[in-house]
């Protein structure tokens, strides 16, 4: 992707624009310790409290869950999963020091450091639930991601994730999207928009899929 102005933010940008491992992980670590603080307090970011109620809705409130928080960065939709009653999270992020960031709130299980665009250390159908919040966006991964959702949770199960938009149809996250719902891999459950940073005032898709049962 070449360099652009996605945003007037420097580090979001760098974020946004970045072409390789290398220059993302760079990004991340420089930011992991301003991360929270930065979406919160200066960007205004809300998708993860949005993404944790969608989630809620689609599991009607069954708490013993398994969820998994692909992408989860330092931990701010796990913090909002665990207010609304869920214990058994674990997590899963690019950069090792957005992992340990989150690993410091004391709110996941397991937590691995993997690549979302490679096959992931997880067993097929191991997950009732996965969130993803944040990371269908400019500079991370393409919607062949989703495959990879769809195999680790379990029929029945359900995939909750947002897409920034702008780069919804850029990265073809919505081809990808509909060939899984025409080979009936995923069952489209809720589609909406939603505020992402409002600060930044843009939005994101609030989207919804259900594995289906055997």
């Known amino acids: 992707m070449s360099e652009r102005k996605i945003t007037e933010t420097e580090i979001l940008n760098r974020v946004y624009n970045a072409t390789d491992h290398e220059a993302l992980m760079s990004a991340y670590r420089d930011w992991a310790e301003q991360y929270d603080s930065d979406l919160l307090d200066r960007f205004g970011y809300v998708a ?8 809620h809705e689609a599991l009607g409130g069954s708490t013993d869950a398994r969820i998994l928080d692909a992408g989860c960065g330092t931990g701010l939709v796990g913090e ?9 999270i674990d997590a899963l ?21 993997a690549d979302m665009k490679q096959h992931l250390p997880v067993d097929d159908d191991a997950y009732d639930a996965v969130v993803c919040t944040g990371t269908f966006t400019y500079g991370h991964v393409t919607g062949d991601a989703f495959d990879e959702l769809v195999r680790i ?4 199960g359900v995939i909750v994730f947002t897409i920034r938009e702008g780069a919804y149809e850029e990265y073809g996250y919505r081809r ?3 060939d899984l719902e025409t080979a009936d891999a995923w069952e489209l459950v809720s589609f909406y928009d939603t505020p992402y940073q409002l600060e930044e005032g843009n939005t994101c898709k609030m989207c919804t899929y259900r594995i289906p049962r055997d």
């Open 48 to 55: 993860h409290v949005a993404t944790a109620k969608a989630l």
């Open 93 to 113: 992020d690019y950069s090792a020091d957005m992992l340990a960031q989150a690993q410091r709130k004391g709110i996941y299980g397991e937590r691995m450091q």
């Open 176 to 178: 990808r999207m509909l």
């Open 153 to 156: 949770v379990r029929p029945g």
């Open 80 to 88: 909002e999963l665990v207010k609304l009653g869920y214990r058994h």
